[in-house]
């Protein structure tokens, strides 16, 4: 099972984007999936998550501006980035917790997609 994030890219102060992150592979199941973010430099935080039940938790830091969603069908997370901050510039990374072959793990790291805020 494998997860891939996409979506990142340059973008000014105040501008959005839409992040994704698909997991493939088969027999598996998805249960919460998470945002997290590295800046330059700095560790790793977490953004935003959401569960199998469609229930969210958002970083103060996000609330208000980044909204997190799944289309359970595609087994895809997305992160809609808005009014983007100077301070929003970092790696972004998707998590999940997935059950393959009779075992859950909540080890599955996607590579991170570049997201860079200009002024």
């Known amino acids: 099972v494998q997860l891939q994030a996409s979506g990142g890219g340059l973008v000014q102060v105040g501008g959005s984007l839409r992040l994704s992150c698909v997991a493939s592979g088969s027999n598996f199941s998805i249960a919460g999936m998470t945002w997290y973010r590295e800046p330059p430099g700095k560790g790793r935080d977490m953004v935003a998550a959401i569960t199998s039940g469609g229930s969210t938790n958002y970083a103060d830091s996000v609330k208000g501006r980044f909204i997190i969603s799944r289309d359970y069908a595609k087994n895809t997370m997305y992160l809609q980035v808005n009014s983007l901050k100077l301070e929003d510039t970092a790696s972004y990374y998707c998590?999940?917790?997935?059950?393959?072959?009779?075992?859950?793990?909540?080890?599955?790291w996607g590579h991170g997609t570049l997201v860079t805020v200009s002024s």
């Open positions: 998590n999940a917790e997935i059950g393959y072959r009779g075992t859950w793990s909540d080890n599955y």
